[in-house]
């Protein structure tokens, strides 16, 4: 079945980095669509990030430009390089699949804390 399993949450101060992990499992990765959306207290959920396709064509949210970049390996792991981070970025950051069926899976999310 579809897995996809998130990690590299934490606790970071202002100005400071993470990388969010994101494996996948159970359908054809590299002709997926893979995005990594946040939501934060009392928000909708938002997408933050989408790389698509064979060719990996990348979208981002404007809050995030230039400051975060997603990108993805040959074999399964979408990630989230998250620099200068904002405590405006506190969320929980969940990892979603739309396979070339049309069909969305998510993940179970992963915390991030900015904070001083």
């Known amino acids: 079945q579809v897995q996809l399993v998130e990690s590299g949450g934490g606790l970071v101060q202002p100005g400071g980095s993470l990388r969010l992990s994101c494996v996948a499992s159970?359908?054809?990765?590299?002709?997926?669509?893979m995005s990594w959306y946040r939501q934060a207290p009392g928000k909708e959920r938002e997408m933050v990030a989408f790389?698509?396709?064979?060719?990996?064509?990348t979208n981002y949210a404007d809050s995030v430009k230039g400051r975060f970049t997603i990108s993805r390996d040959a074999k399964n792991t979408v990630y989230l390089q998250m620099n200068s981070l904002k405590p405006e970025d506190t969320a929980v950051y969940y990892c979603?699949?739309?396979?070339?069926?049309?069909?969305?899976?998510w993940g179970q999310g992963t915390q991030v804390t900015v904070s001083s």
């Open positions: 790389i698509a396709g064979i060719l990996g064509v």
């Open positions: 979603k699949a739309r396979t070339n069926r049309g069909r969305d899976y």
């Open positions: 159970g359908f054809t990765f590299s002709s997926s669509t």
